[in-house]
């Protein structure tokens, strides 16, 4: 009994009588054993409780999600089958809203001035109106794109001039495409596939990925994937969507493939980036399709999207550099940079001036870069 007791806890019961030894276990080793058994059992069953518990919300917010998704889409579905005439009736509605609340007013005003400095105060106050009509205007014919036949939508956007494409990707089973958000680049997906290559010719034929990085909501991110992706189905294009840190590795599986890997890339960007000045102050691009253009030898072309009339837009493809292996760092971006500047310059209105296009800071390697290549420092107030 003495050893069970020292083994037990730890300490030696003194005296031989039979009658002490029950007597000590019963009032004082079995009161301790039961309170250390009830802690373990507690704290076991709380974390088998908290598990349970992580588990039913994770199934919960994923079902909430989804169902969030499902109600998204449901409504923009059914407005999508309204007649087009209508999306821009609606369109000036809203942006005459827009302009009586203001929406993201500073933003655009110092976007705009800093953009265009020979501009006087009336004459952006005018840019601002017709920016946020058409801003209204390429949101609607989002909409209207989820249940619009390929035909319609090849009516909206064409590609007057295809040579040069056809050209390059008859050479090439791989190009990168670069553009920025001018026009509506949501529509550029009617130009994909048998039906749409017999409208804008023989590049269409090649599998089309879009690069893009994910939304922090699932409901919204599987929204905007399948917004994106229906007009490739539409057509059958067997191209789709692919998040950027995915298209190296995807260009490396199977080289022979036919793609045409489409970057959006006038975004602020966090790391990765290139300095270049762009609308008369200096800015910072992503570097991304530069590098995978570069890394592989992987012909770059920049695609503007010039919307020539109230919804009708034409896809203009300009050369950056068919042979970028080589090229040095940064050189490839801020061609791009100079092609969508132009395009701006030419339709002031055709680009997304609401978004805080230059909230980043040049680090001191970047301003050392800047004014290498310019000459001066940037200037760094927002």
Not at 10 to 29: N, Y
Not at 265 to 276: G, N, T
Request: glycine content about 8%; hydrophobic content about 40%; charged content about 25%.
């Amino acid at each position: 009994m003495r050893e069970l007791l020292r083994n037990s806890s730890g300490f030696t019961i003194h005296g031989t009588g039979s009658r002490k030894e029950p007597v000590f276990l019963c009032r004082h080793i079995l009161p301790i054993n039961f309170f250390v058994f009830f802690g373990h059992f507690s704290l076991n069953l709380f974390l088998c409780f908290s598990g349970a518990c992580d588990v039913v919300g994770r199934r919960m917010e994923k079902g909430m999600q989804k169902l969030l998704f499902w109600m998204m889409w449901g409504c923009l579905y059914v407005v999508s089958l309204l007649p087009r005439r209508f999306f821009y009736l609606l369109s000036d509605v809203c942006a005459f809203c827009l302009g009586l609340l203001g929406y993201r007013k500073r933003v655009i005003y110092e976007n705009m001035s800093r953009s265009f400095p020979e501009m006087g105060e009336d004459e952006l106050k005018r840019l601002r109106k017709e920016y946020y009509r058409y801003m209204m205007d390429i949101a609607l014919e989002s909409i209207w794109a989820i249940t619009a036949s390929q035909e319609e939508i090849c009516k909206v956007v064409s590609v007057p001039d295809r040579s040069m494409m056809d050209e390059l990707c008859a050479r090439h089973p791989k190009v990168v495409v670069v553009m920025g958000h001018v026009g509506n680049w949501e529509l550029f997906g009617g130009v994909t596939g048998p039906q749409g290559a017999e409208v804008t010719g023989g590049f269409a034929r090649h599998n089309i990925y879009l690069s893009y990085k994910r939304a922090k909501s699932k409901a919204f991110d599987e929204v905007f994937v399948r917004m994106r992706t229906l007009a490739f189905r539409k057509s059958g294009n067997k191209g789709g969507i692919l998040e950027s840190k995915h298209i190296l590795r995807h260009i490396l599986q199977d080289r022979k493939a036919t793609g045409l890997y489409i970057f959006i890339a006038d975004q602020s960007p966090k790391q990765e980036r290139v300095v270049a000045d762009f609308l008369n102050q200096p800015t910072l691009f992503l570097a991304g399709a530069e590098y995978v253009a570069a890394r592989l030898g992987i012909p770059m072309v920049y695609m503007g999207l010039d919307r020539v009339a109230r919804g009708r837009y034409e896809i203009r493809f300009s050369l950056i550099e068919e042979n970028t292996k080589g090229v040095s760092r940064g050189e490839l971006t801020r061609r791009f940079a100079y092609f969508l500047q132009k395009d701006i310059f030419a339709n002031k209105v055709n680009w997304l001036w609401s978004h805080k296009r230059w909230k980043r800071n040049f680090l001191p390697d970047e301003i050392l870069e800047y004014e290498r290549i310019y000459g001066h420092k940037p200037f760094m107030d927002k």
